[in-house]
């Protein structure tokens, strides 16, 4: 301590001041990968204009890493951190003045987290739910059944398909906009994998326009194999999927053209939309196609109420799979979601009686921002 | 084979994932970071994918002079010039003043903000057939929609000084609190559908393909 003190001395070139100096705190950046120290500070009564953010490591004098507003009252620094290395810091204004500068910081050191507490929230939830979908996958092997309301969109996919089949016409399905990253592309593509089942035993067109090479490869893959799945890998053809464009309007323009030519009997529209949705939906209603639309978009749901016979909304979207493929498992995963939705229900309810009575521990505690 | 292997690879990147949001160690988030950088590699290469779709399809058509077989044309013309200047261009093909952003400027802007500006006359057309009372859910939408439309305009607050108040409460309750609720359910949603992907459960994605 007494060689650092001497070499804050030498470098900036102080005396031992008496003028009453800030506390300034430093430690490590909590929930990171390291490599990061956070600095904070009361300022004093009349901040100056900048504050020098000076910086010294075991044996080495102190040397300048940041300048930064003198209106604020923390900073993190993450210049050229090295994880284990104690560093200690102090503020030294600009213009420079001796009643001003901060006290020097006890030693800080970075280190890289395991774990991020600020998720905790998240983690617990996330762990009582798996806890919750490997126990009803658990019940259903065991060969437990649940009754779960009937989704009318749902049912109506395979009569769409069916309908599509009497009318000698072909089923047009759109997995939205996003590209395969998107959680709602993944769960259209699973979707698509039951549709593809169905077309493939109606011996019903399927054609898959999509808005992406990657969603086309997946979607590609998904069709061959639903095809392939019943047995009819002959009534597949290559054109069933088709890449488009990965621009937005473009993509509509295209898709319209293609029910305007050929009038599918079926609109499928289960993905992730946005200003397409009614641009889609309105061409799909004027053609007098039935229309099936899914997204968790939740801006774009009014648009497919409006213009569309039958809509799945969020929740009902994602279950989609589980239901057309009544696998038990997969039902035992929604019986899982279920179970959740209530806890939460309670745990929302008993945070507003909480907060009504002033406790906000329980409010605090789920907040995630 | 074929289905096996999607499904572990499918697994594993799903738990890595899952465990990287939670761990910002370096030694978990440099893998975390690694997988991100293998997807960009992997789209790449399936634009050669969708491009090779993209035109076999169509020179296809083109050759058996299908219906509306001239359009091909003028589609497979038009990506191979723009791909062409793009390509001539090198990497400062998105500079002002080079050929692809005058191309991009000219003709697929133009084109894509005439598309747009359709959605003014569907959502005319939607909002017809959306406010014909027949039900009463469809007469709480209508007078939802009469307040708010009122309430957002300068002439509301002329007819009546609650209108825009009303206009905001219904925003602010209702439709929040519906709007909150889709989203708890749809977040569920995702949630169980990456563990039914994690756990191996989802397969619908990973068929035999064609074998």
Not at chain 1, 25 to 31: E, I, L, Q, S
Not at chain 1, 320 to 346: C, E, H, N, P, Q
Request: charged fraction near 15%; include cysteine; glycine fraction near 8%.
């Amino acid at each position: 301590m007494k060689s650092a003190a001497w070499v804050l001395v030498l470098t900036l070139g102080l005396l031992p001041s008496l003028a009453p100096a800030f506390p300034l705190v430093a430690k490590d950046t909590p929930n990171d990968g390291g490599a990061r120290i956070s600095l904070s500070w009361t300022p004093p009564p009349k901040p100056p204009a900048e504050w020098i953010v000076y910086r010294a490591e075991p044996g080495k004098p102190f040397a300048p890493v940041d300048t930064v507003s003198g209106e604020l009252t923390a900073f993190t620094d993450d210049h050229a951190v090295r994880n284990g290395t104690p560093y200690q810091y102090r503020l030294i204004p600009l213009p420079d003045d001796a009643a001003l500068r901060s006290d020097v910081s006890s030693a800080a050191t970075a280190q890289a987290s395991w774990f991020d507490t600020g998720k905790l929230n998240v983690f617990i939830v996330t762990a009582i739910f798996l806890a919750l979908v490997l126990y009803y996958i658990r019940q259903a092997e065991r060969g437990k059944a649940w009754n779960f309301r009937p989704i009318a969109g749902l049912t109506a996919i395979e009569e769409a398909i069916g309908r599509s089949t009497e009318m000698g016409k072909g089923v047009l399905y759109i997995p939205g906009v996003q590209d395969i990253d998107d959680i709602q592309t993944i769960a259209s593509m699973i979707i698509l994998g039951n549709v593809a089942r169905m077309t493939a035993k109606y011996d019903t067109p399927l054609n898959v326009p999509t808005p992406s090479p990657a969603v086309y490869t997946v979607a590609d893959e998904v069709v061959k194999g639903g095809y392939s799945d019943v047995g009819r890998v002959d009534a597949y053809r290559s054109d069933m999927v088709r890449y488009i464009t990965t621009e937005q309007f473009a993509y509509v323009a295209a898709v319209n053209g293609i029910m305007l030519r050929e009038r599918p009997a079926a609109n499928l529209l289960l993905g992730a939309f946005f200003a397409e949705s009614l641009l889609l939906a309105e061409t799909g209603h004027e053609i007098g196609a039935i229309q099936i639309a899914g997204t968790a978009n939740v801006h774009q749901l009014p648009f497919f109420v409006v213009a569309c016979d039958y809509t799945l909304i969020g929740e009902e979207y994602y279950a989609a799979s589980a239901y057309l493929s009544k696998d038990a498992r997969l039902l035992g995963s929604l019986k899982a979601s279920d179970t959740i939705k209530i806890f939460l229900v309670i745990t929302i309810a008993l945070g507003c009686l909480l907060l009504t009575i002033g406790q906000r521990g329980l409010a605090e505690f789920f907040a995630t921002q | 084979m074929k289905r096996e292997v999607p499904l572990i690879i499918s697994m594993a990147a799903g738990i890595f994932v899952l465990i990287g949001f939670f761990v910002p160690h370096p030694l978990v988030r440099t893998g975390y970071d690694k997988i991100q950088q293998w997807v960009i590699v992997v789209v790449a290469f399936t634009y050669v994918l969708g491009m090779a779709n993209l035109m076999k399809l169509n020179l296809d058509q083109i050759q058996r002079r299908a219906k509306d077989w001239p359009y091909k044309i003028a589609l497979v013309v038009a990506c191979l010039a723009t791909m062409a200047v793009g390509f001539q261009n090198g990497s400062h093909y998105l500079d002002d003043g080079t050929g692809f952003t005058w191309i991009y400027n000219t003709f697929y802007s133009a084109m894509s903000s005439t598309m747009f500006s359709l959605l003014a006359f569907f959502i005319a057309s939607a909002a017809f057939r959306a406010f014909r009372v027949r039900t009463v859910e469809a007469l709480l939408l209508a007078i939802a929609a009469f307040i708010l439309m009122l309430g957002r305009v300068p002439i509301g607050s002329l007819i009546h000084p609650v209108l825009p108040q009303a206009a905001d409460w219904l925003m602010e309750v209702p439709q929040n609190a519906a709007k909150r609720g889709i989203l708890m359910g749809a977040a569920l949603g995702v949630m169980a559908t990456g563990f039914r992907i994690i756990l191996g459960i989802e397969r619908t994605y990973g068929s035999e393909g064609g074998s």
